[in-house]
């Protein structure tokens, strides 16, 4: 699963390398996103890369939003399977910006956060769906695939990391490519281009987002 990441690069950055045509103004650090926050998400629409804000934690368009839990994560090999993702995979395809992302590890102590990266520690995104609820919130949700070398000492899943670009327009464009065209990407990132390591246990909490927590430990 995918449940805390952060994203420090600079708004300029992520505009040249993903190709972003229409952007939000100013962004700040995040490094401990938590699930029900704002996320910086990118979406396709015509050929023209539009990057806004989603709230982390999906909630389909049918649903009561005062008795539904957000999701903020879906299998990628059972999304035709279930009811609040099958018909988002055809027209409501998206990525959402990271830079590294926690899980926890046993310990002597407790539960130790480790960050993963990219071992060229640049940026990169997460394939992901969104919805826009009865109440007119965009919502989105991380999708998820076995983890690699890398990540399953700690956890058996990961989230699905898209960087080439042609990848992302690809994901993106559900116009132009098929979901079965699309679907081969949700596959586990290469584990000799990644990295981890453990960080301070102030990650824990959601309401610590400094530089601190991607600090080694």
């Not at 100013?26 to 050929?47: D, F, H, M």
């Not at 279930?82 to 409501?92: D, G």
Request: some cysteine.
């Amino acid at each position: 699963m995918c449940g805390r990441f952060s994203l420090t690069t600079p708004l300029e950055e992520l505009v040249n390398q993903f190709l972003i045509d229409e952007f939000i103004k100013e962004t700040s650090p995040r490094y401990n996103v938590a699930p029900s926050q704002k996320v910086l998400s990118l979406i396709s629409k015509n050929g023209v890369r539009k990057a806004g804000e989603t709230l982390w934690g999906l909630v389909p368009g049918w649903a009561n939003t005062n008795k539904w839990k957000p999701l903020i994560n879906a299998r990628s090999e059972t999304l035709l399977d279930k009811p609040s993702f099958r018909s988002l995979v055809h027209k409501r395809r998206m990525v959402i910006f990271s830079d590294g992302f926690y899980e926890w590890k046993k310990g002597e102590g407790g539960k130790i956060p480790v960050r993963f990266l990219l071992k060229s520690e640049e940026p990169f995104v997460f394939a992901g769906l969104w919805d826009r609820t009865t109440d007119g919130r965009v919502t989105s949700t991380i999708l998820t695939t076995k983890a690699n070398e890398v990540v399953n000492p700690v956890h058996d899943r990961m989230p699905v990391i898209l960087k080439n670009n042609d990848d992302i327009e690809k994901w993106l464009d559900t116009d132009k490519y098929r979901f079965e065209e699309a679907s081969p990407l949700l596959r586990s990132y290469p584990g000799e281009e990644m990295k981890s390591y453990e960080v301070s246990m102030i990650v824990n909490s959601p309401k610590n987002d400094s530089k601190e927590c991607i600090t080694p430990a």
